[in-house]
């Protein structure tokens, strides 16, 4: 991984002074492990070419924010990562994704209504406020929990442990919906 780093760095450093190629090299050397990340972690799987696309175009603007002589790849891969985050909040707005998604839910548009209200309605009667908020910005606005536990002053853990007692409860308190 190491000599990868420097490979890396070395277009970066080129795209710098301004190398007619350098971008090309830095995407060759790049994309194939930019676009599994982004796939791992994006909603819309159709989406990723953009994703892929608009993180090179950053790093291209921003190039000269990176210290290309250190640890340049990770730079790189925040942005992939910011990107993605981007994309999931706008397909989450887009979809309004909220705790399961429609394919769990059925295509009766009654059905997954009702069961959205009744998600609705037991974070409201059996969640604390602060167990609501993060649900929400978790599930619903894609937050990552690195991203909550920044905001709210949290560990991470916290953050986690936190999502996990919320979801029994509302698990529990779903029990008996009936779905298809």
């Known amino acids: 991984m190491e000599r990868f780093e420097k490979l890396v760095n070395t277009y970066l450093q080129d795209m710098l002074i301004g190398k007619a190629d350098a971008l090309d090299n830095l995407m060759k050397a790049t994309n194939t492990h930019f676009t599994m990340v982004a796939y791992g972690r994006l909603f819309d799987k159709d989406k990723i070419e953009e994703v892929v696309s608009d993180t090179y175009l950053k790093i291209s603007i921003n190039v000269d ?3 290309a002589g250190i640890r340049g790849y990770n730079w790189m891969l925040t942005i992939l990562l910011n990107v993605v985050k981007d994309y999931n ?5 887009s ?8 394919e ?3 295509t009766d548009f009654e059905e ?3 069961l959205r209200i009744d998600i609705e309605d ?3 009667r ?3 406020r602060s167990e609501t908020v993060l649900v929400k910005m978790r599930y619903y606005e894609g937050y990552s929990v690195e991203e909550l536990a920044i905001k709210f002053d949290l560990k991470k853990c916290q953050v986690y442990y936190i999502l996990s007692k ?3 409860k509302l698990k529990q308190y779903l029990k008996g919906y009936n779905r298809r």
């Open 112 to 114: 997954s209504s009702n």
């Open 126 to 128: 059996h969640l604390l």
């Open 65 to 67: 924010k990176c210290e």
């Open 95 to 102: 979809k309004e994704i909220g705790l399961f998604s429609d």
């Open 166 to 168: 919320s979801l029994v």
């Open 104 to 106: 769990y839910i059925g």
């Open 122 to 124: 037991a974070m409201n």
């Open 89 to 93: 909040r706008e397909t989450a707005k």
